[in-house]
């Protein structure tokens, strides 16, 4: 049996093929699966997942899940799953339903992450300055400060 292939929409087939490095562009990708993997994963953290409606057919075209595989972002498309539904039966290899589960569920996350990218990328000439600052904006992030401190604790 083929495995599954991972479909890209069609509105954010251009903002995917900017993100790929090649010669002459800004990109910052290797592959169109890491790219795809980026955004389930900031869809993912955001709680942004949105259907696919329209698919690219053409570049990118849907890309075979053995991709994802051999680039070990199996871990990934499993972990998103079980957190979405919260069912280990999820992650089942026999059952065909639960892995087309998965891959739905991973294919909506990563749209919902390139909503995300196409908003926070807008405007940008460099796509990998960009994506480090809000990589960094991530990671230095701090917790809102408290009001006040409250010292009726102490009475």
């Known amino acids: ?69 051999s680039r070990g972002y199996d871990y990934l498309i499993k972990l998103i799953a079980i957190a979405e539904t919260q069912d280990i039966k999820v992650l089942s290899t026999e059952d065909p339903a639960a892995e087309a589960q998965r891959v739905l569920i991973f294919e909506e996350y990563a749209n919902g992450g390139l909503e995300k990218l196409r908003n926070e990328l807008r405007g940008a000439v460099d796509y990998t300055e960009r994506l480090v600052l809000i990589l960094n904006a991530e990671r230095f992030a701090t917790e809102p400060e408290s009001e006040e401190f409250d010292l009726s604790r102490f009475l």
Do not use: C, H, W
Not at 20 to 39: M, P, S
Not at 58 to 64: L, R
């Open 1 to 69: 049996m083929a495995l599954p292939r991972i479909k890209v929409a069609q509105d954010k087939a251009e903002l995917v093929q900017k993100l790929l490095e090649a010669k002459g562009t800004t990109g910052t990708f290797q592959t169109y699966a890491d790219i795809i993997a980026f955004a389930a994963s900031l869809g993912a953290k955001y709680q942004k997942r949105s259907p696919l409606t329209e698919i690219s057919l053409n570049e990118p075209a849907p890309i075979s899940l053995e991709v994802f595989l």
